[in-house]
Every structure is written in C-alpha cells, then in structure tokens.
C-alpha cells in the first residue's frame, strides 16, 4: 500500500503498524520500511509517532543509507505539529553538511516553501542545484530535476526573472503545460474564478500536473546489478564452494560488474543501478524461493527483488560521490576511471 493512498481507501494507522511489524522481519530492508511507515503515521495525523520513527531510525546502532533524508523528514514533520525552532536547526544542519543525495534539499526546501520563508527556499534550492548540478554534464540526473524544478517554482512567486538553472528546468520539462504556467502565482485566483474559459484551463494544468506526478510514481526499478562487498563474498563463497566459478575473485567480480553496467549502456539500456548483496539476506531469499544458494540462476532473481525493494543505487554515480565498490575513493578516480 503506498502512502499517497487517500485517508479514506486506507487504515494509514494500521499500514503503519503493519510496516513496522514487517521491518522486524527484514532487518536488511527496516530502513525502507519504517520510512514508509512513519509517511502513513503522517497522513494519519499522529505526528509525533513519526517523530518517534524517525528517532528510532536515527539513534539506531546499525549504519543508515540515507541519514540526511531521515533528518529532513524528520525536521519538516516537526514543523507541521508546531516544532518550528527544532525543525529549523535540523534544516540548518543538513545545510551545513551539504549532503550529495538531492532528496534532503528537495524536503527542506519545499518545507520552508510551504511556511512562506520564499527567500530562505530559494537559496536553499540554488544551494542544493549548485552542489550537486556545477560541473556536471547534460542531462542532470533525474532524481535532480525537482531540485530545478521547486527552485523554478519558487523563483516565480518571487517575481525573480530567468536565469540559466530556470532554462535548464524548462527544458527538462515534459509536461504540455510550460513550466512558467503551471508555476505562474496567479493561478490561485483561477480557482475561485466564475469565468468558465479560466476553469477550464486551471483543470488542463492540473491534469497535467498529475500526468507528471503519475509518470514519477510510475518510474520502473532499475536494471540492477548485483555487488557483494569483500567480506560477504567471501563468506558466500566459503558456504557455497561452487559459486567459485561465478566469483573467482573479488577484484574480478568488481571489474565484471563494471563491465556489465557499461555494455548495458552501450545498448541503450537506460536506469540502470547496483544493488548489494548479503549472505543472511540471500540465503533467506533462496529459503523463500525453495531452492539453493549455490543454485547461480538464483543470482539475477536476487539482484531483482533487491531491486523491486528500492535497494538499487544509481549507476554511474554522480560526479565527485564515491565509487559503487566502497574504496571510499571518487568514482572518477577508480572504476570510473576510464568513463
């Protein structure tokens, strides 16, 4: 059940709970999980269980995958139940980090859009594009363009004219209905207007709003490969001797992988990611699906539901984040090296 559900076709009360129960069962996936179980908490209107979700998440012994994106739920789920001051240090900290994942500036941003703080949006946006879009070659990732798009947005309520980040975002806008249009401050005058000419075009831009946040929701999984890190493989393969043929060596299974993704691209093959593997997690996946670990077929399946889960990340990464092989070096300066 997604979150976006209207109140009224769900329990957002009892989804919650039913999340969080599973969470329990799927330690690998509990930070997926309890992040949408506090979205239902939200829609629930039992704010501070949220909060709660999120303390939990962040005061967890496990290491997270997307800390600054729990931080900034967190800061904009206090501001709405009245935790303005606590909110606006928590937005000032992800600030201060600069975190590389343009989802943490997005929800900051657009919280301190919907309190009127149009000013502090904005810089917050052009902060957000500037760090992660500088230097970086088009087309911008997509999990950018609303980073381009809210600062468009929020520049037009500010009556700010064109600049070249607003041309970018107009033209990575797909919609039939021009950005300046759906953006315009005006429209909320259309709302209450008695001429049927203005009804009739405020329905076509929100039609075409929804087409687009739609077309969002419906975006695929990617076409991930499957990664395991040094230790794991070598436990995979001390458990399962035959998977020695797949995996002669851990530098070799890192330069397959690279491979892999970049013939894959070559082919046209667009949305691609990686996605890292477990020995307990893969041995539950075979348990799950009656058969054996050392079974290879098994692998590609594996990689799949991990990435179904929303475990895949984004292959390549962006410019200047981190290898995929956890070197800790720049992707640039290790298996991007030649990209």
């Not at 009224?8 to 179980?37: C, I, K, M």
């Not at 501070?48 to 997270?64: E, F, H, K, Q, W």
């Not at 206090?78 to 929800?107: M, S």
């Not at 004219?161 to 033209?171: E, K, P, R």
Request: glycine share 6%.
């Amino acid at each position: 059940m997604r979150p976006d559900t209207p109140a009224e076709n769900v329990d957002h009360t009892a989804e919650a709970a039913r999340l969080e129960r599973t969470a329990g069962l799927y330690p690998e996936d509990a930070e997926a999980l309890l992040l949408q179980s506090a979205a239902h908490l939200e829609l629930a209107g039992d704010r501070p269980a949220a909060t709660t979700l999120y303390d939990r998440l962040l005061s967890s012994s496990d290491s997270l995958e997307n800390p600054h994106l729990i931080r900034a739920l967190k800061a904009a789920n206090l501001w709405e139940y009245g935790h303005e001051a606590e909110a606006r240090a928590i937005i000032d900290g992800i600030r201060a980090t600069a975190p590389r994942d343009p989802a943490p500036w997005v929800i900051v941003a657009e919280s301190l859009e919907a309190h009127d703080e149009l000013e502090a949006a904005h810089k917050t946006f052009t902060e957000g594009v500037t760090l992660l879009l500088a230097d970086v070659p088009e087309p911008p990732p997509h999990a950018c363009h609303p980073l381009l798009f809210g600062r468009h947005r929020v520049r037009r309520m500010l009556g700010a004219g064109h600049d070249d980040w607003d041309v970018l975002a107009d033209t990575l806008h797909s919609s039939p209905v021009p950005l300046d249009e759906l953006h315009d401050p005006k429209r909320v005058w259309s709302l209450g207007s008695d001429n049927p000419a203005e009804l009739r075009a405020e329905i076509s831009r929100l039609r075409a709003e929804l087409g687009a946040y739609r077309e969002e929701l419906s975006r695929p999984f990617p076409v991930a490969v499957l990664h395991w890190p040094t230790d794991e493989l070598a436990e995979l393969v001390a458990a399962y001797p035959t998977l020695s043929d797949e995996y002669p060596s851990h530098e070799e299974h890192l330069a397959t992988i690279e491979a892999s993704l970049r013939e894959l691209a070559a082919s046209g093959t667009a949305n691609l990611g990686i996605v890292t593997g477990t020995v307990p997690s893969y041995e539950a996946f075979a348990a799950s699906e009656a058969s054996s670990p050392a079974d290879t077929d098994l692998l590609p399946q594996y990689a799949t539901t991990l990435a179904a889960r929303g475990r895949a990340t984004e292959w390549p990464p962006e410019r200047g984040a981190g290898c995929w092989c956890g070197s800790g070096r720049p992707y640039g300066g290790c298996h991007g090296a030649s990209v």
